[in-house]
């Protein structure tokens, strides 16, 4: 039997969760050790042994230590081919092709405004930081370009990369999450057709629930 | 020709894509996008790029957008061909891959917004907000001391050899050198020293020879 993974972090960060997610698709099992945030945990010197920019996940299964969601994710995938969701990383060169090209546009194009409104929206009064109007207007716009442009692909496509579930859409979840569920956000995704399809579609996975059930489970 | 570029000379995302083609000694013919006249914007490019950025990939019936994307697929499709730029190894590529992710996350976002104060707006007449370069020159110098600390330990940032993990560098790295954020390269002798030696591979020498 396998040993478990370890994962590092809060099931409530949005790249800890995109790590975790895809574990479970994967079928792999795994352990998650809690980093406390609040107590500066991720700051500290045995930490930034395994992760140096002092920020979670950090990943390490018997063989390996890993930093960065997607880095960790593609890694999972590549190493567990036959396990869980087959076809999440691409079964040829070609398919792949246009998962990772996918992945690119989450991590250049929808990471960057997501990120800052989830932060603004969601993570800032609950740190009780003031929030920045100016800020929010302006990555409201930029994602709303980028919706366009997925409400056009996802017209064509079930999925962002094709016709299948792969870590293009997948990478997609934990931000959204937040701006659906928690940012009063969900008007952006639900007003367009294909977009408010795809995200309910992706959304109602089991492994995307559970995820969700770890984020709001009391802290421990 | 099978393979095709379309994107534009001065852009740092097209150049990616041309020292990935010059490591990997393949032929391709680069079309020109328009930039001045919108033509990325126009809906015969949005068809290759519906983000309406450069650059657009073909080989034969594949189409791709996303620099990073295309510069992953060159270096499966033609493993054989010219440099290695990915470990076969799953363990090692992994390792590779953290350091793609680095500079995609931290590096890419940090430089942009420096090459576009002190390169960009210049050129175009357009004041430069130096409170936005300062913030980035900051950010920048806190990613470069974890980059020091990794190749002190490491020959490149993904291992022990050249790979996609350094090459993505390159075009910010090109920009950068040549206004006042070079100090913070040259203060951190491994980063210096790894920044110096990629810039002078002659695959790199080759892609920005056409580029002014």
Partial sequence: ?220 | MAIKLYGAPGSTATLRVRACLAEKDLDYEFVNVDMGAKEHKKPEFLSRNPFGQVPAFEDGDLKLFESRAITQYIAHAYADKGNDLIIKDVKKMAIQSVWMEVESQKYEPATSKLIWELCLKPMWGMPVDEAVAEENEKKLEDVLDIYESRLSESKYLGGDGFTLADLHHLPNLKYLMGTKVKKVFDARPHVSAWASEILSRPAWVKATATVA
């Avoid at chain 1, 045995?46 to 593609?74: H, M, N, W």
């Fill in chain 1, 1 to 220: 039997m396998a040993t478990p993974v370890t994962v590092y972090g809060p099931p409530l960060s949005t790249a800890v969760s995109r790590v975790l997610v895809c574990l479970l698709e994967k079928d792999v099992p795994f352990q998650l050790v809690p980093i406390s945030m609040a107590k500066g945990e991720h700051k500290k010197p045995d930490y930034l042994k395994i992760q140096p920019f002092g920020q979670v996940p950090a990943f390490q299964d018997d063989e390996i230590t890993l930093f960065e969601s997607r880095a960790i994710c593609r890694y999972i995938a590549e190493k567990n081919p036959s396990k869980g969701t087959m076809g999440l990383f691409g079964t040829n060169p070609l398919v792949k092709a246009s998962i990772d090209q996918w992945l690119e546009a989450e991590s250049q194009s929808f990471n960057p405004p997501s990120s800052i409104l989830a932060f603004q929206l969601v993570f800032a009064p609950r740190m009780k930081l003031k929030q920045d109007e100016a800020l929010i207007k302006q990555n409201e716009a930029k994602l709303v370009k980028v919706l366009d442009v997925y409400e056009n692909r996802l017209g064509e496509s079930r999925y962002l990369a094709g016709d299948e579930f792969t870590l293009a859409d997948l990478s997609h979840l934990p931000n959204t999450q937040y701006l659906v569920e928690k940012a009063n956000r969900a008007e952006l995704f639900t007003s367009r057709k294909n977009v408010g399809r795809w995200w309910d579609e992706i959304s109602s996975r089991p492994s995307w629930k559970k995820v969700v059930e770890m984020q709001n489970a009391p802290p421990q």
